[in-house]
C-alpha cells in the first residue's frame, strides 16, 4: 500500500503509513474532507488491533469489506468519536455483544448489509446517543420498536418494508426523527380502485400512519407513491419535518391535504403538474423541498414558491436557471437553496443577489462574472462547486464582505486570494450535525461537510 499521509492516532500522534499497511493489506485514503476510507478490511492481520488504530482518526471513518463484525472489533470501533460507516460483504447478523459494543459509540453511525437483528440487538443500539442508519433486511418487531423508541437521535431503517400498528405505536415514543423504507403503491397494471394497493401496513394503514405521526422530530417516508387524502391528513400532524418525495400529489384534493402540514415539507415535483394542484399546495406554511427534473420546471413557479411561506426554499433539478426564475426565487422571504445547478449566468447570478435572506448555491461552474454579482449579495452565502474553480472567479470571492461558507475545496482556493495570505483551511473544517438549519445562515441542508469563514 503506498501511502503518502498520516493518521492521527487514538493518543494524539500520527500514524505513520507503515502503521496503516499494518491495519489492511488492501488500500486506503483520505479525502479532502479528512474523511478516511478503508477497503478490504477484511484481510487485516488482526482485525480488533487494526481496529483500535483506525479509532483513532479524528474525522469521518468508512471502513469497507468486513466479513463480520465480532465483539472485541465493534468494541475497538466504538472509540472513535465522529462519523462511523462499516459495511460487511455480505449479510451479516449482528451479534448482541456486537450490537452492545457499538452502542457505546459517540457520534453518527451507519452499518450496512446487517439482516435481522435480535430484540437484545436492537436494544443495545439504541443506547447509542446519535444519529444511526442500519441499511439491510429486516423485521422490527414491538419489543425492538420498544426498544428503538427510548434511543435519542435520527433513525435510519431504508429497508424496513413492514410495520405492524402495534410497533407503529411502541416507535411512535421516539424522539429525533426517523426515516423509514415502507412503500405503499399500485400494482403493475391496476385499473380502478377495485385491485388492492401493494402496501406495507394492510387495513392498518391509516391507524398505522396516524401512530407515526406523533413521533417527535422529522418523518422521512420517501419510498411512498400512493396514499389517500384521509392517510395525508393524518400525516400533516407530524410537528417536525415531513418528506414524501415519491409520493404522486398531481391533484389539488391531495396537495390540499399535504398544504395542511405546518413545517419544512419536502416533494417531487410531477411532470405535468397542474395549475390547480400548485394552487393548492400554495396554501402550505413553512418550509419547502422541491424535486424535479429540470426540463419539466412548471410555467407557474410562482405559485409553488408561495407553499414555502415563512420557511425555507430548497429546489433541485435545475440545470440552466433563467434570469425570470431568478427574479421569482428572489423575491422569496425566506432562506433560499439551489442544489444541482449546472450553470448560473451572469443575469441570473445578478437577480439572485437581489435576495435578501441566506442564499445557498450548488453548483457545477461558476464564472467570473456571475461571482461578480453575487458580490452585492448581503449575505449570508453558501457555495459548493463540484468544477474546477478559476483564479478569477476565486479572487473575486475572496472580496465578498459578508458570512460566507464554503466547502474545503472551494475555500482552500479562495484563501489564497483573501488579503494575500496563503491560509491551512484544514483547521476550519466545521462538519454541520444532521438536520443542521443554518449552513449559510437559514437554509434546509443537513449533515455537509464544510468550511465556515468571515472574509
Known amino acids: 500500500m503506498n501511502l503518502s499521509y498520516d ?12 502503521a496503516l499497511r499494518f491495519v489492511t493489506p488492501a488500500s486506503a485514503a483520505v479525502a479532502e474532507d479528512g474523511s478516511l476510507s478503508v477497503q478490504g478490511f477484511g484481510y487485516s492481520y488482526q482485525p480488533a488491533v487494526s481496529a483500535s488504530l483506525l479509532a483513532g482518526h479524528q474525522g469521518p471513518l468508512e471502513v469497507c469489506g468486513l466479513w463480520e463484525i465480532p465483539p472485541d472489533v465493534a468494541a475497538a470501533f466504538s472509540q472513535h468519536s465522529g ?28 452499518l450496512c448489509s446487517c439482516c ?58 421516539h424522539r429525533g426523527g426517523l426515516s423509514l423504507g415502507l412503500f405503499c403503491r399500485e400494482p403493475r397494471g391496476a385499473k380502478g380502485r377495485s385491485t388492492a394497493r401493494q402496501s ?32 395525508i391528513e393524518a400525516l400533516s400532524a407530524v410537528k417536525g419535518d415531513l418528506s414524501l418525495q415519491g409520493l404522486d400529489w398531481n391533484s389539488a384534493a391531495t396537495a390540499g391535504a399535504l398544504a395542511k402540514h405546518r413545517g419544512h415539507l419536502s416533494l417531487s415535483v410531477p411532470p405535468s403538474l397542474l395549475r390547480t394542484t400548485a394552487g393548492a399546495l400554495s396554501a402550505h406554511q413553512g418550509g419547502l423541498s422541491l424535486f424535479f427534473d429540470f426540463a419539466q420546471i412548471p410555467d407557474h413557479l410562482e405559485t409553488l414558491i408561495l407553499a414555502a411561506s415563512g420557511g425555507n426554499l430548497r429546489l433541485s433539478g435545475f440545470k440552466n436557471l433563467s434570469k425570470q426564475q431568478a427574479h421569482s426565487l428572489a423575491a422569496h422571504r425566506g432562506a433560499l437553496e439551489l442544489l444541482d445547478c449546472f450553470y448560473l449566468s451572469q443575469t441570473a447570478a445578478q437577480a ?80 454541520y450535525p444532521a438536520g443542521y438549519n443554518d449552513c449559510a445562515g437559514g437554509c434546509s441542508c443537513s449533515s455537509r461537510e464544510a468550511l465556515r469563514r468571515v472574509i
Open 7 to 18: 493518521v492521527a492516532g487514538r493518543d494524539g500522534t500520527a500514524l505513520s503509513p507503515s
Open 116 to 173: 435481522d437483528l435480535s430484540d437484545r440487538a436492537w436494544a443495545g443500539l439504541a443506547r447509542h446517543r446519535g444519529d444511526i442508519r442500519i441499511a439491510g433486511p429486516m423485521s422490527l418487531l414491538v419489543p425492538g420498536a420498544q426498544a428503538l423508541a427510548t434511543h435519542r437521535g435520527f433513525l435510519d431503517l431504508p429497508w424496513l418494508q413492514r410495520l405492524s400498528s402495534e410497533a407503529a405505536e411502541a416507535l411512535s415514543k
Open 200 to 231: 406495507f401496513l394492510g387495513r392498518s394503514q391509516l391507524k398505522t400512519l396516524s401512530l407515526l405521526a406523533q413521533a417527535e422530530g422529522s418523518l422521512y417516508l420517501d419510498n411512498i407513491q400512493q396514499l389517500e387524502v384521509g392517510e
Open 83 to 110: 462519523v462511523l460507516t462499516l459495511l460487511t460483504t455480505k449479510r451479516t447478523q449482528l451479534s448482541d455483544a456486537s450490537a452492545e459494543a457499538l452502542g457505546e459509540h459517540h457520534g453518527e453511525l451507519v
Open 352 to 431: 439572485l443577489a437581489q435576495h435578501r435572506f441566506a442564499l445557498s448555491l450548488h453548483l457545477d461552474h461558476l464564472s467570473p462574472q456571475a461571482a461578480k454579482e453575487l458580490l452585492s449579495h448581503p449575505g449570508p452565502l453558501a457555495l459548493d462547486i463540484d468544477g474546477d474553480l478559476s483564479g478569477a472567479t476565486a479572487h473575486l470571492l475572496a472580496q465578498f464582505s459578508g458570512k460566507l461558507t464554503c466547502t474545503p475545496k472551494v475555500m482552500a482556493r479562495i484563501t489564497k486570494f483573501a488579503n494575500g495570505v496563503d491560509e491551512q483551511p484544514g483547521a476550519r473544517v466545521i462538519r
